[in-house]
């Protein structure tokens, strides 16, 4: 079988696109203005979204899980929940261009985390990246000089959650479906938030019902569109477009939600687009698949 012809030019526009669609999640995210609380938010969002896990269903039902995967399964669902729960409420404190600065340290912790879960190896020059992105997250934050709010926090505590759900997807990931990998996500995900839904519960109006499907909508286009992206050209072609992602969450805070533009938000992240690109580079070079993608809110 020969080797798919790669296509940057439509790489770049399938990333783009892409982050199109992660930054639509945010800002419609936005629009709720904490009239449904976080945790109840995150649920609607997933549980509208099963309506897209129909394609996937012959492959669920055909799948023969260990007792062991499905333990997997369950604890990464949990975790997810937390992380998606910790996302939806910065996204009621804080600006959208801090969330998707921030939201790039995930595959930095996602680097870290694999060193001491998954056996892989830092070299000297992926080292000084991870510095470097950390380096960036100061210079958002800037500690000291500015009051850090709850969401910041949480920002913080999402980037890590994920990062331990992308790792734990890893361990079943050559021996399951992504189709089943991806379908089990949204159930366990939308079980796992019931609970928290339920303890918070208010009675959403149609209108916020309706922008969480659109939610559910943007982020699985996203997802999609992402993965043309991969298909077409390489990481490293890809990689660096999503500084976009960064650019729109900005014009966008700016235009439509009257926040400020805050350089240092846009120095930090370009930093850790920076840093994560390399990182991303360098596992090409090297033919290894460990540490993931810069893309968006995983939710």
Known sequence: MEPRVQRPLRGIFWMAVTGLCFVMVTALVKLLHGRVPAAEAAFLRYLLGLVFLIPMW????????SGRQIKLFGIRGF????????????M???PIAEVTAMNYLNPVYVTVLAVFFLGEKLAARRILAIVA???????????GFRELDAGHFAMMGTAMLF???YLLAKIFADSVKPAVVVAM???TVTIGLAPF???VWVTPGWW????LFCVACFATAGHFTMTLAFAEAPVSVTQPVTFLQLVWSVALGALVFGEGIDIWVILGGTVIVAAVSFISWREAVLRRRITPQIHAPKV
Do not use: E, K, Y
């Open 163 to 165: 990062a331990v759900s």
């Open 92 to 94: 009621t404190r804080i």
């Open 133 to 143: 992105a950390l380096i960036g997250a100061f210079v958002i934050l800037r500690p």
């Open 79 to 90: 975790v997810h929940s937390l992380g998606v729960i910790l996302w939806f409420f910065a």
């Open 58 to 65: 012959r492959d669920l039902r055909s799948a023969n899980l």
């Open 197 to 199: 839904a339920v303890a």
């Open 185 to 187: 996500l949204s159930i």
């Open 208 to 211: 916020d019902i309706f922008i």
